[in-house]
């Protein structure tokens, strides 16, 4: 069946800043166990924040790791290359892959590696060094294992075209950040065309495959439980 994604979900409640949209997944939805009541909402804040709230209810024991897969290009649309943006990742180590991009459970520190982004710094400059992380996934789309716990600053991004900067706020584990390596000839509106590496993904996450990793945080929900995060994108406008 249909990932959730590609779905049409009922509209729940809307107000002025905010929508919520609901979503009924049945028993063996996509083969998981568990009737899933799958609420998500989108709230405009005064701080301007665009936040995302999801709630899920289950009746069996099932896996949730719901995220948000919004390319991001701050210098505007149909701007052209996202690779002179600074990054900013508040995470000391990442999650190594294999050839399929599935983690390994290996964690690997950013330390000494283009994998850094520990002080700010333009996606370019490393994403094309010699080093087999890169090279498997064809740049940076990689699973960082985020700083701290609750809700926190894990992430930003800034164009020094706009002085736009974005915040990117979760209680989750871990930031899949991506650099569209794999983007081709997406029309996008007004007849712009994106391309490779012309935007990027804040994903935030539970690490892949979790559940075949005790030592990863895992994304599984007991019957009755609720699974509940919230993330947020914040933006700023420089002087």
């Known amino acids: 069946s249909d990932f959730y994604n590609i779905r049409i979900w009922e509209t729940e409640e809307v107000t002025e800043t905010s929508v919520r949209f609901k979503l009924h997944s049945p028993d063996g939805d996509q083969g998981f166990p568990?009737?899933?009541?799958?609420?998500?909402?989108?709230?405009?804040?005064?701080?301007?924040?665009?936040?995302?709230?999801?709630?899920?209810?289950?009746?069996?024991?099932?896996?949730?790791?719901?995220?948000?897969?919004?390319?991001?290009?701050?210098?505007?649309?149909?701007?052209?290359?996202?690779?002179?943006?600074?990054?900013?990742?508040?995470?000391?180590?990442?999650?190594?892959?294999?050839?399929?991009?599935?983690?390994?459970?290996?964690?690997?520190?950013?330390?000494?590696?283009?994998?850094?982004?520990?002080?700010?710094?333009?996606?370019?400059?490393?994403?094309?060094?010699?080093?087999?992380?890169?090279?498997?996934?064809?740049?940076?789309?990689?699973?960082?294992?985020?700083?701290?716990?609750?809700?926190?600053?894990?992430?930003?991004?800034?164009?020094?075209?706009?002085?736009?900067?974005m915040e990117v706020y979760t209680d989750l584990p871990g930031l899949q950040f991506y650099t569209a390596n794999f983007v081709d000839h997406e029309k996008g509106k007004e007849g712009a065309v994106y391309n490779m590496r012309q935007a990027a993904c804040f994903e935030t996450q539970y690490f892949p495959d979790a559940v075949h990793k005790d030592h990863f945080e895992g994304p599984e929900v007991k019957a009755g439980e609720i699974y509940e995060t919230t993330t947020a994108y914040r933006f700023i406008k420089g002087e």
Do not use: C
Request: proline residues 3%; aromatic residues 10%; negative net charge.
């Open 34 to 165: 568990g009737e899933v009541k799958i609420e998500v909402s989108y709230t405009v804040t005064e701080e301007n924040e665009l936040k995302i709230h999801y709630y899920a209810v289950t009746d069996q024991d099932t896996l949730l790791n719901m995220t948000n897969h919004s390319y991001f290009n701050l210098s505007g649309h149909a701007s052209g290359s996202a690779w002179n943006a600074k990054v900013w990742l508040d995470a000391d180590a990442f999650t190594e892959t294999d050839e399929e991009l599935i983690p390994t459970g290996t964690v690997i520190p950013v330390e000494g590696t283009p994998m850094d982004f520990r002080k700010e710094k333009v996606v370019a400059k490393e994403i094309g060094e010699d080093y087999t992380p890169l090279k498997l996934a064809g740049g940076y789309d990689h699973n960082w294992v985020l700083n701290g716990t609750g809700f926190r600053k894990v992430a930003s991004a800034e164009s020094e075209e706009t002085g736009i900067k």
